[in-house]
């Protein structure tokens, strides 16, 4: 909004001349969501809190620690939601197809998970939608998404795969584009939802990875930069950086009222919401294995859910004390702050890992 009201005038202010800049506007949008979250979170915890009366329902299989955590509100995502979405609306070129899709699934995926937090809340138990009405809510919104992205992307790349260190490597994959789309998002969507787990766990390695999706959307936007280190062009992508800044200064606000012990959970609001545009994110600047290997300590708690299903239904045994993976280490006897602050380390080193595959080509 303020790019189309305020950088016209730049001729004649020549201030306004910044609003061009996408580095100034990400800024912007960063300081904008931080100070939206601080300006809402004390009245939207206390109507939470007056909502929900015995807060989020606890598992009763989980770590014997978690019983204190009993009344704590939860749907935190939404500061999130209201954040990063307004600061997206003030700060980027509106009429940009990119960031409307992203928007479409943050917000898409959010109101799933608003459902099945309320449900949770209102039933007094942990399982909240069905499953499958859960999933088909996603690839509902995935499959519009996804068909919206084949369409916005340059034809010679709109239905590939791009290869990380490998350079000018498209694998075609044709309509199976959308099935791979879907499985990104929702995937994504997901994991964050599985590492949601304890204090801070999840909003930090979001937020790690929201700055490096926004380096690379500007990389990929940007002519120069793209052609110099061989990573697909696509032009327009370089707003989805003021999306990413948005992303970063929600998800610290929101980690200052989430910080142990938490004053608010995320709930399935924030955390469907905010792996779901992950992935749409990495879609669309063609960079989805990154992902894999930037989110991968979302990865490792998916992976964990999935071993230990398997194992148990195949042999009976369980190969880790609980899962998710944050859970195991609970009942091995750590500490939450000491899991959280590992597995935050764990995160930044992925990304690091996933930033020197820019270069690896």
């Not at 004649?12 to 001349?17: D, E, G, K, M, P």
């Not at 500007?218 to 992508?237: A, C, D, H």
Request: with cysteine; net charge positive.
């Amino acid at each position: 909004m303020l790019y189309h009201l305020l950088f016209p005038l730049s001729e004649q202010f020549i201030l306004f001349n910044l609003f061009q800049y996408l580095t100034f506007r990400t800024g912007g949008a960063i300081m904008t969501a931080l100070l939206i979250c601080f300006l809402i979170a004390p009245r939207m915890i206390g109507w939470l809190k007056a909502k929900q009366k015995e807060g989020q329902p606890i598992r009763e299989d989980g770590p014997e620690t978690h019983l204190a955590k009993a009344g704590t509100p939860t749907m935190g995502g939404l500061m999130i939601l209201i954040s990063v979405t307004l600061s997206t609306l003030l700060w980027a070129n509106l009429t940009n197809q990119f960031v409307w899709i992203a928007l479409l699934v943050m917000v898409g995926y959010g109101l799933i998970g608003f459902g099945d937090d309320y449900l949770k809340l209102t039933k007094r138990n942990t399982k909240g939608l069905p499953g499958k009405l859960k999933l088909a809510a996603q690839i509902l919104i995935g499959g519009m998404a996804a068909l919206w992205i084949m369409s916005a992307l340059p034809s010679h790349i709109n239905q590939h795969i791009a290869i990380p260190i490998l350079k000018d490597i498209y694998i075609y994959i044709g309509l199976l584009f959308i099935p791979w789309a879907l499985l990104v998002m929702v995937g994504s969507s997901n994991a964050v939802n599985l590492t949601d787990g304890l204090d801070g766990l999840a909003i930090v390695p979001v937020a790690i990875a929201a700055g490096v999706f926004g380096m690379i959307s500007y990389l990929v936007g940007n002519e120069v930069f793209s052609e110099y280190l061989r990573i697909p062009y696509v032009v327009g992508t370089g707003e989805l950086s003021i999306l990413c800044g948005a992303l970063i200064g929600g998800a610290m606000g929101f980690l200052w009222y989430n910080a142990p012990p938490a004053m608010i959970f995320m709930g399935d609001t924030g955390s469907l919401a905010m792996g779901g545009v992950l992935g749409t994110i990495a879609v669309i600047v063609k960079h989805e294995l990154v992902l894999a290997i930037v989110g991968g300590l979302f990865v490792l708690e998916t992976v964990s859910v999935i071993v230990q299903v398997v194992s148990f239904k195949l042999t009976g045994k369980r190969v880790f004390a609980m899962a998710p993976l944050h859970h195991h280490f609970e009942k091995k006897g750590w500490s939450e702050p000491t899991i959280v602050i590992r597995f935050w380390i764990i995160a930044f080193i992925l990304a690091l890992v996933g930033l020197a595959t820019l270069k690896l080509r």
